[in-house]
């Protein structure tokens, strides 16, 4: 019997993916799958450090949407749930996939798959929340500006809606918590990270009283923006986190009923 390897890799995405192509090429009992940053070794199990291959990842990601696009909604969205443990849950989930005939076989009595699909779900609900509820503020040097605590990583989800919303202004959502925004210049989006020092911050509550009150911070937050840019404050950021944009399509089909 092969001894149970835990695999570590860089906390991407395409990170994981590629974490799931070794284990399928290689053939490793996995016991987890674990972020870098995260890491815990096991008593009884060997470690392993998988480098994110961009390739190797998209071979996975063609595989699993060959089997569903359905599945490789569900494996995104559950994958920016952060979820603790769900890169192991994740893993199980795509061997129990590959091993059927068609996607639309995959058996939802199983734990491992309705859970999956119940994550995806919430990761749904919340990319739903986000495009309703996101405001903006013109800032001084005529970009559009928004900070969002989104409850999971939906930033690559909602990237579409808003592009295709507000196609001819400059914007900028940033995530407050996971510390990276999406930019567009009229052109295209991309992820960038920003110096927000001394920035009150108006936070998107859950509460229903949010349409009603716009909160006290909105007066501050406009003042504050009246009087400065936000242009010299973002710093283009490599995030491979995220999926490429020619596959952003896909995601954003599949989701819109959750």
Same mark, same amino acid.
């Given at each position: 019997?092969?001894?149970?390897?835990?695999?570590?890799?860089?906390?991407?995405?395409?990170?994981?993916?590629?974490a799931v192509f070794?284990?399928?090429?290689?053939?490793?009992?996995?016991?987890?799958?674990?972020?870098?940053?995260?890491?815990?070794?096991?008593?009884?199990?060997?470690?392993?450090?998988?480098?994110?291959?961009?390739?190797?990842?998209?071979?996975? +990601?063609?595989?699993?949407?060959?089997?569903?696009?359905?599945?490789?909604?569900?494996?995104?969205?559950?994958?920016?749930?952060?979820?603790?443990?769900?890169?192991?849950?994740?893993?199980?989930?795509? @061997?129990?996939?590959?091993?059927?005939?068609?996607?639309? @076989?995959?058996?939802?009595?199983?734990?491992?798959?309705?859970?999956?699909?119940?994550?995806?779900?919430?990761?749904?609900?919340?990319?739903?929340?986000?495009?309703?509820?996101?405001?903006? @503020?013109?800032?001084?040097?005529?970009?559009?500006?928004?900070?969002?605590?989104?409850?999971?990583?939906?930033?690559?989800?909602?990237?579409k809606h808003f592009?295709?919303?507000?196609?001819?202004?400059? +914007?900028?959502?940033?995530?407050?918590?996971?510390?990276?925004?999406?930019?567009?210049?009229?052109?295209?989006?991309?992820?960038?990270?920003?110096?927000?020092?001394?920035?009150?911050?108006?936070?998107?509550?859950?509460?229903?009283?949010?349409?009603?009150?716009?909160?006290?911070?909105?007066?501050? +937050?406009?003042?504050?923006?009246?009087?400065?840019?936000?242009?010299?404050?973002?710093?283009?950021?490599?995030?491979? @986190?995220?999926?490429?944009?020619?596959? +952003?399509?896909?995601?954003?089909?599949?989701?819109?009923?959750?």
């Amino acid at each position: 019997m092969n001894p149970s390897t835990t695999l570590i890799y860089d906390g991407s995405f395409n990170g994981f993916l590629t974490a799931v192509f070794v284990a399928f090429d290689a053939k490793i009992n996995v016991a987890d799958i674990q972020k870098n940053s995260e890491c815990q070794n096991g008593l009884f199990s060997e470690t392993e450090t998988v480098f994110t291959h961009v390739e190797k990842a998209k071979r996975v +990601w063609n595989g699993i949407r060959n089997k569903s696009h359905n599945a490789i909604a569900n494996v995104y969205f559950a994958f920016l749930s952060e979820t603790e443990g769900v890169e192991l849950m994740l893993y199980t989930y795509i @061997q129990k996939l590959m091993a059927t005939k068609s996607g639309k @076989q995959m058996d939802y009595s199983d734990g491992i798959v309705l859970h999956i699909n119940q994550l995806a779900r919430k990761v749904g609900r919340e990319k739903h929340r986000m495009e309703a509820f996101v405001r903006f @503020q013109l800032t001084k040097d005529e970009v559009y500006f928004a900070n969002i605590e989104p409850d999971f990583d939906v930033l690559p989800l909602i990237s579409k809606h808003f592009r295709d919303r507000y196609a001819d202004q400059q +914007w900028l959502i940033y995530d407050i918590k996971r510390k990276y925004g999406i930019y567009y210049n009229l052109d295209h989006v991309e992820m960038v990270s920003l110096n927000l020092k001394e920035v009150h911050f108006n936070k998107i509550h859950k509460s229903d009283a949010f349409l009603s009150e716009e909160y006290d911070y909105q007066t501050l +937050w406009n003042d504050y923006f009246k009087s400065t840019g936000i242009k010299s404050r973002i710093n283009p950021k490599l995030h491979t @986190q995220h999926v490429p944009k020619r596959y +952003w399509k896909y995601l954003n089909e599949k989701k819109e009923a959750v």
